[in-house]
């Protein structure tokens, strides 16, 4: 194999459009995913590249420094692609701490693994820290979008852990000199997210003809992105990115929550053949969440001017082929919602 890259949270959603990405372009790399399979971690989002020569999956938790650091000296790792995290933001509220275990603690012990085990010998290899346009906080309706130079400016306890992941890295990159780099995505959509999210979250709720809980008035914005396009975007990253550099990834793709609804409503109404209309009038308002930050906006041009990449789906598409991928694979959210899709991994890998 000509490289080990380490993939941390590869059984989560977007992790696991990475882990498929990689395997099979990369027949030469061996692809390790290292996952602690909380609620988010699902193993069966890679059943189509379990069997495969150059993968392998190890149970572990990243803020074990004793078991990372193992892990580093068995396995001749080159290159981390660091995703693994708590990612909910209605989670981070309830219960902040884990996140500063995961998300802080985590990153740190990872970093500090890459730096024991390569040994100030950087060359041919790169820390790649995974994370999002909610540490720069929120934007007015005009204010512009977020750039790489935007001053961090957190408001969840989720946005804070990322944030104070970010510094880590960069700390690292200034005072050690490990080779480090790091992108701010917007909000991914697409197959195998889990579904507390909002746009998996709807489909399932329409689709079950339950309530549709719009937080405040729903005129909270997101810039949504199709997730095997943000796949695409690390894979460039990893590859021909600057060290110490950041890079924004986005889709350009602003909506307001309630008009995305609407749009879900519609697109669903068609397609289970229900009177136009009908999906609407699962529409409740609810409280609004804590902190809920008003805009999210990227602006990725440095990505597409430096290393040349494009979002390759226009949203009207994504998101019909988004429902579409919801409503074949019913499975999959019974699964999910039921919880034994947990039972995979004793199922399938233990002992293996
Ligand atoms: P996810 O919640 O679907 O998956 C996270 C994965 O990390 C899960 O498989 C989980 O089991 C694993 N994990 C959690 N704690 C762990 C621990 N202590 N040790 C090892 N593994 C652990 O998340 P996602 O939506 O795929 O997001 C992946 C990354 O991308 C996160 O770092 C997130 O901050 C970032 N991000 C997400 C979005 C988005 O819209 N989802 C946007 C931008 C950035
Ligand atoms: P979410 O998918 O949780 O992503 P994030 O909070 O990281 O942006 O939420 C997207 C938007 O949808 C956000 O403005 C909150 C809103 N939302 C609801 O209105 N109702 C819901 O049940 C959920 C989960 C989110």
Redesign the pocket.
């Known amino acids: 194999m000509q490289r080990t890259i380490l993939v941390?949270?590869?059984?989560?959603?977007?992790?696991s459009h990475l882990v498929r990405l990689l395997v099979n372009k990369y027949p030469d790399y061996r692809i390790i995913n290292?996952?602690?399979?909380?609620y988010?971690?699902?193993l069966t989002n890679l059943k189509d590249v379990e069997s495969r020569p150059n993968y392998e999956f190890v149970k572990?938790?990243?803020?074990d420094a004793a078991a990372i650091l193992q892990l580093f000296k068995d396995k001749g790792i080159d290159g981390v692609i660091?995703?693994?995290?708590?990612?909910?933001v209605d989670r981070s509220i309830t219960n902040p701490t884990e996140f500063v275990?995961?998300?802080v603690i985590?990153t740190v012990n990872l970093l500090n693994a890459a730096r024991a085990c390569w040994n100030d010998a950087f060359s041919g290899k790169r820390f790649y820290h995974?994370?999002?346009?909610e540490v720069y906080g929120a934007l007015a309706p005009t204010d512009s979008m977020f750039t790489e130079s935007t001053r961090y400016d957190p408001h969840s306890p989720y946005s804070a852990s990322?944030a104070s992941s970010d510094h880590f890295v960069r700390a690292y990159f200034d005072t050690f000199g490990l080779p480090t780099v790091i992108s701010?995505?917007?909000?991914?959509y697409g197959a195998y997210?889990?579904p507390e999210?909002l746009i998996p979250l709807f489909i399932n709720n329409i689709r079950n003809n339950k309530p549709l809980p719009v937080y405040g008035r729903g005129e909270n914005v997101r810039d949504w992105l199709w997730v095997e396009d943000?796949a695409r975007a690390i894979d460039l990253i990893f590859h021909k990115g600057k060290n110490g550099d950041t890079y924004n990834i986005g889709g350009h793709n602003e909506w307001k929550n309630i008009d995305l609804i609407r749009l879900m409503c519609r697109i669903m109404d068609a397609k289970l053949g229900r009177p136009a209309g009908m999906s609407e009038g699962l529409i409740t308002y609810v409280k609004d969440r804590a902190g809920h930050d008003l805009r999210y906006a990227i602006d990725s041009s440095k990505l597409q001017r430096d290393l040349g990449w494009t979002p390759s789906l226009q949203f009207e598409e994504g998101i019909e082929k988004t429902i579409d991928w919801y409503l074949a694979n019913p499975d999959w959210l019974e699964q999910v919602t039921s919880g034994a899709y947990q039972q995979y991994y004793e199922q399938q890998y233990k002992g293996r």
């Open positions: 941390t949270g590869g059984a989560g959603f977007i992790g290292l996952d602690k399979l909380t988010a971690g699902n572990a938790d990243i803020v660091h995703l693994a995290a708590e990612s909910h275990f995961t998300n985590g995974v994370s999002t346009d990322k701010n995505c917007s909000n991914n997210q889990f999210k943000h």
